[in-house]
């Protein structure tokens, strides 16, 4: 039996990050947030376990589902970091399109350029897509990053005890 997950799609990718930072207000993220933001995007059940800010559980749970035996992932954590190439890789090809700027992206940010996108490439988006890319960005997005606080800890995904503050 063939099973397809858009994890290991990189066209998936590219249409799941570029669709996350522009739904983000500055269009501007670090990495490692938008990695998290991402790693959501394709497991938004996992939003469940995730230690929201004041005012944001409420959208995050309903956005995240029911939990079943079908969308279980043994270890996000691991997950998460065998997902850093397929992301570097992406935000690379994004970068040599001038999509992301490569300045910055040396730098550890990912920041949209106004390189226009293809008018259709959103087309295939559906409600939820749109709905659950508009909340990461928006209000997990701007959690800050590092720090017991920081989105890092709140995840649970990313070690951040040893981040500076």
Do not use: W
Not at 47 to 57: P, Y
Not at 76 to 89: A, I, K, Q, S, Y
Not at 146 to 157: D, N, T
């Amino acid at each position: 039996m063939l099973v397809y997950h858009p994890i290991f799609d990189i066209h998936h990718g590219l249409f799941r990050l570029c669709f996350i930072l522009d739904h983000h207000p500055s269009k501007e993220i670090h990495i490692d947030a938008l990695r998290i933001l991402d790693f959501y995007f394709l497991f938004p059940y996992l939003l469940s376990s995730f230690d929201f800010t004041q005012g944001a559980g409420k959208q995050g749970r309903l956005l995240a589902g029911p939990r079943s035996k079908y969308n279980m992932t043994a270890s996000p954590e691991t997950l998460l970091n065998h997902l850093r190439g397929l992301n570097h890789l992406t935000l690379t090809a994004l970068a040599s399109k001038n999509i992301l700027a490569p300045a910055d992206l040396e730098l550890g940010v990912a920041r949209r350029t106004d390189v226009a996108l293809p008018e259709t490439i959103f087309d295939a988006a559906q409600e939820r897509d749109i709905e659950l890319a508009s909340y990461l960005a928006t209000k997990l997005g701007t959690i800050p990053l590092y720090g017991p606080k920081g989105l890092k800890a709140r995840s649970h995904l990313l070690e951040y005890r040893y981040d500076p503050v």
